[in-house]
């Protein structure tokens, strides 16, 4: 068993006239700009809660297959995701990984399936959440 590990993000809001709902995340180093989901009257051009969620998925899925990928010696060159994630309108509904790998040699369907499967179980927040995650293999 592992131990227990905490993770840090500061949010902060101060209000504004222009975009009442825009607020900074720090991550590390970085700063996102944020706001509200822009049909929920948010700035388009920010990131929302929502859209951070299904990146945090995928980037835990992407690690994770990376990871496993290497421990087989298998080089990986790229590896792209367009996640889309799916809301009722109160709660998450499924999120649809859609990852594209392109690795130096020529590896199997079979492979690429038991890499994204173990990814898949191994990922930290597909593990943690209510919704259902999916990964689409298919073009």
Sequence with gaps: MSETTEHHARVLWQGGKRDPRAHEIELADQTIAG???????????????EELFVASVSACHMLWFLDFAR?????????QD??????????????????????????SQEILRRLHDRAHAACFIA??????VRVDMTD
């Design 127 to 132: 593990n943690s959440v209510m919704c259902e």
């Design 71 to 79: 421990r087989e010696r298998l080089r990986v060159l790229a590896y």
């Design 82 to 107: 367009d996640p889309v994630g799916t809301m009722d309108g109160e709660r998450f509904l499924d999120v649809i990984l859609r990852p594209r790998v392109k690795f130096t040699t020529d590896v």
């Design 35 to 49: 706001s509200s989901a822009a049909d929920r009257g948010g700035d388009p051009t920010k990131a929302d809660p």
